[in-house]
């Protein structure tokens, strides 16, 4: 039986996206939360809980990309000119947040601009990925192919929505993670946020789940069609089941339960895109196998990432293990 690569490929980098979107969002989260903690010994903590795991987090961003324009090079050349604008401020939101990282420990005179610097990189950085979330589901005009629109396509209603929605949702995040990081006074604000982030996120979901299936006929007969029909039914179920958890664990103060239902939340809405899309990578425009690189391509690149992706898995998950527990507010990792 042949194998099939393309399929291989596309849900290894679905994977990566995955991975990405759950780590780097809750620091990507502690970030949005910034402005929320005005005292520096509440900020100094919020920065050490993800000062250990945030760069590795950023690797699987590296592969989902990478990844793309090695193994379905047509998309890659598709999408990027279509997202230009939003990518690159993305890119440039990391960077301010990553040196943030190192410089705003090593001045008091210009800490609140690196205070700035970290907090407006994270957001910047959180809207732009739901920019371009939300103008890939709403569809890249493709002739020849090549992109076919002009260069603010991206810039909709519907692609600001996403934006201003992940950064409510990676808010949940930051501030479920740290319910579970922290202890005290911080830990008893961020549940706060955590529930109101979450009813936020609810919200969103609800909107998009709504509003997502009138953009393109492929996504109506995803959504209402058969068998798929099945899963539109139960994905709210489970969505209002992860929340419930969420806020059963908030109110309970438990340490890890929020946390893992806000990851529950973000695994349904990534399914719900999945279930959308398949098997269209730029959907309704390439599949998969039309945009994937020659066989040979797939099978040299695939050994690999044999290698490489459990290599990821294996570091990324000893970090977390050496790092687990709650953050000793007297010491840090800088």
């Excluded at 994977?15 to 759950?22: E, G, H, K, R, S």
């Excluded at 690189?293 to 294996?314: Q, T």
Aim: glycine content about 12%; hydrophobic content about 55%.
């Amino acid at each position: 039986m042949a194998i099939d690569l393309p399929f291989i490929w596309a849900a290894i980098i679905a994977f990566a996206v995955l991975a990405y979107v759950i780590l780097d969002g809750f620091d990507l989260g502690v970030g949005i939360l910034f402005p929320f903690f005005k005292e520096k010994h509440d900020r100094d903590v919020m920065m050490n809980s993800v000062a250990p795991v945030w760069d590795g987090n950023e690797t699987w961003l590296v592969l989902g990309g990478g990844g793309l324009m090695a193994v379905f090079p047509l998309a890659y050349a598709t999408i990027l000119p279509a997202l230009y604008m939003p990518l690159v401020l993305m890119l440039l939101g990391l960077i301010f947040r990553g040196v943030a990282f190192e410089y705003r420990w090593r001045t008091r005179r210009g800490e609140f601009l690196w205070d700035i610097a970290f907090s407006g990189g994270s957001m910047v950085a959180a809207c732009t990925q739901g920019v371009a979330l939300g103008a890939l589901v709403q569809g890249i005009p493709v002739e020849g192919r090549a992109y076919a629109g002009g260069w603010w396509d991206w810039l909709t209603p519907f692609s600001i929505a996403t934006g201003l929605a992940l950064i409510v949702g990676y808010a949940l995040l930051g501030a479920t993670w740290l319910v579970m990081k922290t202890s005290g006074d911080l830990a008893e604000r961020a549940r706060g946020y955590a529930l109101k982030a979450g009813l936020g996120t609810l919200f969103a979901m609800g909107v998009f789940s709504l509003w997502t299936p009138f953009l393109e006929p492929l996504y109506f007969d995803r959504w209402f069609g058969w068998p798929t029909l099945l899963f539109s039914l139960l994905v709210p179920l489970l969505v209002l089941g992860c929340f419930a958890l969420l806020v059963q664990g908030l109110r309970t103060r438990h340490d890890s339960r929020p946390f893992i239902a806000a990851l529950g939340l973000f695994v349904l809405g990534f399914a719900g895109i999945g279930i959308s899309f398949y098997p269209y990578i730029v959907p309704a425009s390439l599949t998969i196998w039309q945009a994937a690189a020659p066989e040979e391509s797939l099978a040299f690149l695939l050994a690999g990432a044999l290698v490489l992706v459990p290599m990821i898995l294996g570091y990324t998950a000893y970090a977390y293990w050496v790092f687990r527990g709650k953050v000793d507010p007297e010491e840090g990792y800088h």
